[in-house]
């Protein structure tokens, strides 16, 4: 089983639709972020969380908010979504214990906004 | 956190060693630098992190001068299923209390 699962992988919705991105792993990991990819621009963060209680804006959180459940479940939410919103998503996780920058990426989710 | 700068594309045969070169001028003393490298449609993966002078595992080696200023990621006989996007992140080892930024990478492209 993959260490850190995303759903769903596929997503089409319409203007104005609330959505819900999920996150999970198992890796026992107490960081996690979620990403957004767009074509030729890389990947930027949208938010992050360094433990269950912390929540952090990235570089792009206008129009993204997110739940840390639990220490292995962290959703994204897009309130209302909109066709610029289409992209690829990306969950990721690192361990801080480790002393290491290795994050570990999901499969990625990719929502289409009509 | 220190900017990085890297090619935005490279091309390479199959079978040639490609180093791909990063700026980072303003990197700081507790600064590592680290390499992820993300297949189309899929999430990165980190490659390989050193500090100073080299450092190398199985699928790569990582090249830092002495004033750690740029580095160098250098891929042995590479082949078509190394084409992706390499990307430069530097800072603290554990990332501290802010996150890395990935940037846009450089598209290596693998020709046969």
């Given at each position: 089983d993959a260490d850190v699962t995303q759903t769903p992988r596929n997503r089409i919705t319409k203007t104005g639709k609330r959505i819900m991105l999920e996150c999970s792993q198992?890796?026992?990991?107490?960081r996690m972020y979620w990403y957004r990819q767009d074509p030729g621009l890389g990947l930027r963060l949208i938010y992050y969380s360094f433990d269950v209680k912390d929540i952090n804006k990235g570089e792009i959180s206008d129009g993204y908010s997110v739940s840390?459940?639990?220490?292995?479940k962290f959703s994204l939410s897009l309130e209302s979504a909109i066709p610029n919103q289409t992209a690829l998503y990306f969950c990721a996780t690192s361990d801080r214990?480790?002393?290491?920058q290795e994050q570990y990426f999901g499969p990625g989710t990719r929502l289409t906004v009509t | 956190l220190a900017k990085t700068t890297q090619p935005i594309s490279m091309d390479s045969y199959e079978g040639q060693e490609v180093n791909i070169t990063c700026s980072h001028?303003?990197?700081?003393?507790n600064d590592y630098i680290t390499w992820y490298q993300q297949f189309p449609s899929q999430g990165p993966r980190f490659i390989i992190q050193g500090y100073k002078t080299k450092v190398t595992n199985e699928v790569a080696s990582l090249f830092i001068p002495a004033d750690r200023k740029s580095s160098t990621l250098s891929l042995p006989?590479?082949?078509?299923?190394?084409t992706a996007v390499y990307y430069c992140l530097v800072g603290p080892r554990n990332s501290g209390n802010t996150p890395l930024v990935f940037g846009k990478g450089t598209r290596l492209s693998v020709i046969a």
């Open positions: 198992t890796k026992g990991h107490d840390r459940q639990a220490q292995a214990a480790s002393g290491s | 001028n303003n990197i700081a003393t006989r590479v082949s078509l299923s190394d």
